[in-house]
């Protein structure tokens, strides 16, 4: 099977939900790396809160210009949103996923599980970001490219 087959198929919201699988596992399966972190609860839910605030901000943006927020379908995109927090990262949706996920692993304690993070990162750029990149440089065309030089892929 051919890696560019996984290109924009399954929904950031299903891989978001896998990694948060694995990292419960990971974490019950290496239970002796796991330690009591401070504040660990408070902590969690800040990074829960900042999660939904970038991402819902992401999507209330995307909403606001009439343009799709289904991250499969980037070529669907009528208009380029550079404005609200696209202004600091080209990715609020992703990094709010990242937040939570982040928010998940403080939760349980364990150091091992920020590998699952990791993961996610590491798939997300591969099989999402960077075609959702392409598509919308063929869609925008220099707009996009200096749009992608003036403001970062995350944060």
Excluded: C
Excluded at 9 to 18: G, K, N, S, Y
Excluded at 27 to 48: N, Y
Excluded at 68 to 84: E, K, N
Excluded at 138 to 150: A, D, I, V
């Amino acid at each position: 099977m051919r890696l560019k087959a996984l290109e924009l198929r399954i929904p950031p919201a299903v891989v978001a939900l896998i990694a948060a699988i694995g990292i419960w596992w990971l974490a019950g399966w290496a239970s002796s790396l796991s330690s009591d972190i401070p504040f660990r609860k408070p902590l969690a839910a800040l990074l829960i809160a900042a999660g939904f605030v970038a991402g819902f901000a992401g999507i209330f943006t995307f909403r606001v210009a009439h343009t799709t927020v289904d991250p499969r379908h980037p070529g669907a995109a009528r208009v380029l949103v550079t404005g609200g927090i696209y202004r600091y990262t080209r990715n609020p949706m992703y990094v709010g996923i990242v937040l939570v996920l982040l928010a998940w692993v403080v939760f349980l304690g364990n150091i091992l599980s920020l590998l699952m993070v990791a993961l996610f990162v590491v798939y997300l750029n591969r099989f999402q970001i960077i075609p959702e990149e392409r598509a919308l440089a063929e869609n925008f065309g220099e707009q996009f490219l200096q749009y992608q030089k003036r403001v970062r892929r995350w944060i």
